[in-house]
């Protein structure tokens, strides 16, 4: 099993910066990839960024050059730097993971709010 825990949230103004973390424990050797998600208020949950093993990272076109998912393997950590960030990013944002031989991500973390606004 994986268990993943997200940090980081907070109110930020809009422009502002933030960086999540994403810390993972278990069976990490089983981790094919991790995710950012984010579900706004009234909406649903939606993929914003993910990381594969091999490395390949892909974002929601919509957030492309001001989030940026990295992991630092060492700590079994992934984060997500969000950069000029705008009231549309406000959302509970979910970390997951999934394993190996699965299709979709089945680990995740209990979410954490992040609010854009002046």
């Known amino acids: 099993q994986v268990q993943v825990a997200e940090s980081g949230g907070g109110l930020v103004q809009p422009g502002g910066s933030l960086r999540l973390s994403c810390a993972t424990s278990?069976?990490?050797?089983?981790?094919?990839?991790m995710g950012w998600y984010r579900q706004p208020p009234g909406k649903e949950r939606e993929l914003v960024a993910t990381v594969i093993r091999g490395g390949t990272i892909n974002y929601k076109e919509s957030v492309k050059g001001r989030l940026t998912i990295s992991r630092d393997n060492a700590k079994n950590t992934v984060y997500l730097q969000m950069n000029s960030l705008k009231p549309e990013d406000t959302a509970v944002y979910y970390c997951a993971a999934r394993i190996l031989g699965r299709t979709n991500f089945s680990s995740w973390g209990r979410g954490t709010q992040v609010t854009v606004s002046s």
């Open positions: 278990g069976s990490i050797s089983s981790i094919d990839a």
